[in-house]
């Protein structure tokens, strides 16, 4: 197996094991009530998995093996939603590194249909950092007090929290 595919094939588990975590986090949202950030969550599972399968897809049209990877065990409780977002900002970060290294050895194996696949990745990675890091701002402005966190909750039930965020990027 070349090197970048095997890089690719070690990479989806960064994907589906956020997918497997986000998942997690919906689940321990929801049981809190907060809905919104619940239904958040969920989504950003999904999209996790939609990522794998792009790369997933782009292995398969190459003609390179697929070796689905084993996914632990997410970590199932966080002591706060503040927490819980401080750790999907630190995977997303990790999600970024991994990408970053996947075009590295694109580039230098002068492989210009995974950079042009990569191009995508590296776009969504800066929209996902960004939203991470729009949440855990307003989190840590909310502090303690549960009727601003109620809001952002809201806000994200209604679809509204990260509508700036999103008008400014493409790549989503
Ligand atoms: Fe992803
Ligand atoms: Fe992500």
């Not at 094991?17 to 929801?30: C, G, V």
């Not at 792009?54 to 939603?81: F, G, H, K, N, Q």
């Not at 970053?100 to 191009?119: K, T, V």
Request: proline share 2%.
């Amino acid at each position: 197996m070349k090197d970048l595919t095997q890089a690719i094939n070690s990479h989806l588990s960064s994907e589906f094991q956020a997918s497997h975590t986000y998942l997690a986090m919906s689940i321990w949202l929801r049981e809190k009530d907060l809905a919104g950030f619940s239904q958040y969550m969920l989504e950003k599972s999904n999209e996790e998995r939609v990522h794998a399968a792009r790369m997933i897809a782009y292995l398969v049209d190459c003609d390179e093996p697929v070796e689905l990877p084993t996914i632990e065990a997410p970590e199932r409780s966080w002591s706060s939603v503040q927490n819980l977002f401080d750790r999907v900002f630190e995977l997303e970060k990790q999600v970024t590194a991994s990408i970053n290294r996947l075009y590295s050895l694109a580039e230098e194996g002068g492989e210009r249909s995974a950079s042009a696949m990569l191009d995508w990745f590296v776009n969504e990675q800066i929209q996902e950092e960004a939203e991470a890091r729009f949440v855990l701002k307003r989190l840590r402005l909310a502090g303690d007090n549960s009727a601003a966190l109620l809001l952002l909750d809201q806000q994200f039930l209604e679809g509204k929290a990260l509508t700036h965020l999103k008008a400014t990027n493409t790549a989503a």
